[in-house]
């Protein structure tokens, strides 16, 4: 065992703190990665104030990593010593079920996740990217280009791939007509991504103030969803809409916006339920309500190479770790444009 620092919640009310821990000395097919930058996502708020009530303490944050390669273990083929790399939400998974051999890791029954999720291999729990260091089995390790800003690519390994994953899969591309609800550290990477499929792209937000950003970002409209004529404007029109917001909310409003067979797909996850909808609004039109998690393993590599390949990466404002429980008020506030990114030469 390797011992290491990081910042800690002790509790559901604790701010964190300074943790000493230690992590597994790297098995045969294991990576060691020293880790540069984590993201902070909102399932980390949720997560360190038991907000979706699965907490285990003390709790280490953080699936938004990126860093560089220390030590690799005697069966590794994949990486070297000095490889940018990234680590996203999972680290291992069962390997042998059907969503495994579809590629598709993230809906495996035994996935295991990077923090807050018993740890197989020494019984205790995973630790997250709030740290200095994490070891992971290669196989869920992704390669960072060296085309790609490490700072600005952390918050694509989960906002990135959880935008990305839902537009590729209801296959979004030239032609369509693409809503995103919410312009924050999803909303952002939704828009970025719609736009480069080649989508007609429509922001729907409740603040004026956004306008001006969601069409620096690649939104061709934007729609005031407070505003009831706006709204109207835009009925069944939609092939597509992603809704990014994580707090419950109406979703009669947006459903009524799809095209016949249009669906809208919900990416945030609330602490309460949304409203039950209209099921008229739906049947009526065969529309869908959907749900999409991150992507698999070789998705999000997929994602990586197409960031690289397009020059996109996350908005993001770099703070040093001290800060974190001011960034999480900020995060709450949506005082953030769009994710906050932990430098971890700061530890």
Request: proline residues 5%; contains cysteine.
């Amino acid at each position: 065992m390797q011992k290491t620092q990081g910042y800690a919640a002790h509790n559901h009310t604790s701010p964190l703190a300074p943790f000493n821990f230690e992590r597994r000395d790297p098995l045969p097919n294991d990576v060691q990665i020293e880790i540069l930058f984590c993201g902070v996502c909102h399932s980390d708020i949720h997560q360190v104030r038991n907000e979706w009530g699965n907490s285990t303490f003390p709790m280490v944050p953080g699936h938004e990593i990126v860093g560089k390669v220390t030590q690799i273990g005697s069966e590794v083929t994949q990486f070297k010593v000095g490889d940018s790399v990234g680590v996203g939400c999972m680290v291992d998974s069962c390997g042998v079920c059907p969503e495994c051999h579809d590629h598709l890791e993230q809906y495996c029954n035994n996935a295991e996740f990077t923090y807050n999720f018993p740890d197989k291999h020494s019984g205790g729990t995973n630790y997250g990217g709030y740290s200095k260091q994490i070891v992971v089995n290669q196989n869920f390790v992704l390669q960072v280009s060296d085309k790609l800003d490490l700072a600005a690519t952390a918050p694509l390994l989960c906002a990135g791939i959880t935008t990305y994953s839902p537009l590729r899969h209801w296959n979004i591309g030239k032609g369509d007509k693409v809503g995103v609800v919410g312009l924050g550290g999803l909303g952002h990477m939704g828009i970025k991504f719609a736009h480069a499929f080649g989508a007609h792209v429509v922001l729907f937000t409740t603040s004026p103030s956004k306008i001006d950003d969601a069409k620096r970002l690649g939104a061709d409209e934007v729609v005031i969803s407070k505003n009831p004529e706006e709204m109207a404007q835009h009925l069944a029109s939609f092939d597509f809409i992603l809704n990014t917001v994580a707090a419950p909310h109406n979703l009669d409003a947006f459903t009524a916006l799809l095209k016949r067979d249009g669906t809208l797909c919900l990416v945030g996850v609330p602490d309460q339920p949304h409203p039950s909808p209209s099921v008229g609004n739906l049947i009526f039109k065969r529309r869908s309500i959907a749900g999409s998690l991150i992507g698999g393993i070789k998705e999000t590599q997929e994602m990586l190479d197409f960031c690289a390949e397009h020059n996109i990466t996350s908005d993001v404002e770099i703070i040093p770790i001290q800060t974190i429980n001011e960034a999480y008020e900020r995060v709450l506030k949506s005082d953030v444009k769009y994710r906050f990114v932990i430098d971890l030469a700061s530890l």
